[in-house]
């Protein structure tokens, strides 16, 4: 199946400064990709949604101006988390949508764990 | 109402003892069902997406299937390996973009 990669797979940062998430889809084009959290022991929560070239659609209550979303071209999209504070600890999951013959199979990356201390 | 229902919440099962997990849905339109595993600390697995009722798919000891209203994933003579939270999601005709997931089944399969 196809590969989805996150890099760093775990940070530690201190409050206030920024922290840079990438995802890169190894093997495939992906037009979409998709950021989620995840809190312990419950189900992933969609951030937002990015296609390439494109501005990022984000879910109600997720703040854009905290949460940057960039789709710089069709295998990387990189979350920056801005002035980070110790409720943004989470895990951070990134997907990205390969579309074969008009159908779509979506994988997902191995996540980043954030800690803010 | 949550649009994507999983059941059961937690799943114990004996190494050889087949079960199945449910994945149920109340909004039409489904566009797709999509099974993923995900291990502690770890992002989600692709299992298996399925698109029109009667559908089946197989892996190993596992075979997903897909009704109107429900899927069902099947585990035949689980392994404790299996153990893990299978995750359910679909996509609607309407915000076809994005997955909505059930909240997820534990799965663990003791020796």
Redesign the interface.
Same mark, same amino acid.
């Given at each position: &199946? +196809?590969v989805?990669s996150?890099h760093p797979s775990w940070v530690i940062c201190k409050s206030g400064t920024s922290v840079k998430i990438e995802c890169r889809s190894l093997d495939f084009q992906a037009t *979409?990709m @998709?950021w989620y959290r995840q809190f312990p022991k419950?189900? /992933?929560m /969609?951030m937002a *949604?990015s296609n390439e070239g494109s501005k990022a659609t984000y879910e109600q209550g997720v703040e854009k101006d905290k949460f940057l979303i960039n789709h710089a071209s069709l295998t990387l999209s990189t979350l920056t988390v801005t002035s980070a504070h110790p409720e943004d600890s989470s @895990?951070y999951?990134c997907?990205a949508r390969e579309v074969i013959l008009g +159908? #779509?199979?979506? #994988? @997902? &990356?191995? &996540?980043t764990?954030l800690t803010v201390t | 109402e949550d649009q994507v229902t999983q059941s059961p919440e937690a799943l114990r099962l004996q190494e050889g003892e087949s079960s199945s997990l449910n994945c149920s849905y109340t909004v039409s339109g489904l566009r797709g069902l999509f099974w993923y595993r995900q291990d502690p600390g770890k992002g989600p697995e692709f299992l298996f997406t399925l698109y029109s009722a009667g559908e089946e798919k197989e892996k190993e000891r596992l075979k997903a299937t897909l009704t109107k209203k429900e899927s069902f994933l099947h585990i035949t003579a689980p392994k404790p390996e299996d153990s893990a939270t299978y995750l359910c999601a679909a996509t609607f005709i309407e915000g076809y973009s994005t997955l909505t997931f059930g909240k997820g089944t534990m799965l663990l399969v003791s020796p």
């Open positions: &199946g +196809a989805v996150q *979409t @998709f419950q189900s /992933l /969609l *949604t @895990f999951i997907s +159908a #779509y199979e979506q #994988y @997902f &990356g191995p &996540g764990r | -």
